[in-house]
């Protein structure tokens, strides 16, 4: 059987991936065989989401479905931060994996209470919704789920007495630890920034969270780490760093999904208060202008926007939201040939030439004298992937050491190290 449960934590605390291992625990101490233990994210952009939108799903070998349901409905109900408004958990248990329509729409999409609940009847899924039963959404989703690419992640928890206090680590450990097995984990800390980006700051009960590539990778990247006494660990499989919310773009925007779309830069990127960087992309398939943002926070992806020029081919990657493409990471495809935006001084006369055409040279504009040479805009910045800084992006989105263009690949060479 597979139990699914989403939305059990707050900003307060809590989180759903501590109570779904905490469930795995106590189902095996029952004498069950817990199978994987699967962390889906869905849709970012969902405006009541508490978090990360983090949905999970437990596959459990044999046993009776109405005992282990019990389990999970008092686990939630001595657990669940129940007082946060935005807060409304839901469990739900299938026999089998039902149709994945509803974890790609939960996933790209959205997705209603009303249309949970009445695929929840229609498999006679055992389920309970709290409150205002939201957290179905994503306990169905999760339990639908198909991952036809997968990355992992190691969770450490906190012990019960060490909440609310800050989190004890030797951030140096986490940097030899990221060193040693990078290219195979990511998001462990910003190197440009010099920070540790993969320890929460808020109350709830993660200590740290490795993500790579395999179970192998991420335990022994856990083995380099110094920190606190933790209670325990549990590895995760997930659609995390796997685009899977992103949708190709064919003509139609709609506000709050995800796209990928191709075009050309439409206008010179210019760099608006608060540091946010803003360009229009005309898209391929509709020759639709949409205005693209990469905010402040994304940091370095600001750099590579700022050094695009109309014409630079893109395939851009995003949320569209309230008419605007927040941008999480782009790839050049082809570096437009621009000409210099100063015209040279006339060498017979020093008057101010003007182009005589794209490629023919200048003109002088009072003693008539031609330059036959045409002078090129010398780019700083090549083919391939710029994506987000670590602490700025999402949970979905793969990372470019994940990308496996050929660009990417020798974007990547510097950084591969074996253990
Ligand atoms: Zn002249």
Redesign the pocket.
């Known amino acids: 059987m597979f139990i699914g449960m989403d939305d059990t934590d707050s900003p307060g605390g809590m989180c759903t991936t501590y109570l779904g291992a905490m469930l795995a625990q106590i189902l095996r101490h029952a004498g069950y065989a817990v199978g994987e233990l699967r962390l889906v994210r869905l849709n970012p952009n969902v405006v009541w989401r508490t978090r990360g939108n983090a949905a999970v799903c437990i596959e459990v070998a044999g046993g009776k479905p109405e005992e282990v349901f019990q389990i999970a409905c008092e686990l939630i109900e001595k657990y669940a931060m129940f007082d946060c408004e935005k807060t409304n958990p839901g469990v739900v248990i299938v026999d089998e994996r039902p149709d994945p329509v509803l974890y790609y729409q939960a996933l790209q999409r959205l997705c209603t209470i009303e249309e949970a609940i009445e695929q929840l009847d229609n498999i006679r899924a055992l389920y309970r919704g709290y409150k205002c039963g939201r957290g179905l959404i994503g306990a169905l989703a999760a339990v639908s789920s198909v991952l036809p690419d997968a990355t992992y992640e190691l969770l450490t928890y906190r012990s019960a007495d060490r909440l609310g206090t800050p989190r004890m680590f030797e951030p140096e450990s986490f940097f030899a630890s990221a060193a040693a097995t990078a290219p195979h984990t990511w998001d462990t800390v910003d190197s440009a920034a010099h920070a540790v980006v993969c320890v929460p700051h808020g109350k709830d009960p993660v200590l740290y969270g490795i993500r790579g590539e395999s179970p192998e990778w991420v335990a022994q990247s856990v083995t380099l780490l110094r920190s606190e006494k933790s209670a325990f660990s549990q590895i995760w499989r997930t659609n995390q760093g796997t685009d899977a919310h992103l949708i190709a773009y064919t003509g139609e925007l709609v506000g709050g999904l995800s796209y990928q779309i191709d075009g050309s830069v439409a206008s010179v990127p210019e760099t608006r208060r608060g540091g946010h960087v803003r360009f229009v992309l005309r898209t391929d398939a509709s020759g639709q202008d949409i205005p693209v943002f990469a905010f402040e926070p994304t940091k370095d992806l600001r750099h590579a926007v700022r050094k695009l020029l109309p014409g630079d081919r893109i395939t851009a990657c995003g949320s569209y939201q309230k008419g605007v493409l927040h941008l999480e990471k782009f790839r050049l495809n082809a570096v437009a040939v621009a000409e210099r935006r100063v015209s040279p001084k ?1 060498p ?4 101010r ?1 003007t182009s005589a055409g794209r490629g023919k040279g200048y003109k ?6 031609r330059i036959r040479e045409t002078e090129w805009l010398e780019r700083d910045i090549t083919e391939g992937w710029y994506e987000a800084s670590p602490g700025a992006r999402r949970h979905l989105a793969k990372p470019i050491i994940r990308m496996r263009d050929a660009a990417a690949e020798k974007d990547n060479t510097s950084d591969n190290k074996e253990i």
């Open positions: 006339c017979i006369c020093g008057g030439m002088c504009r009072s003693c008539s004298a």
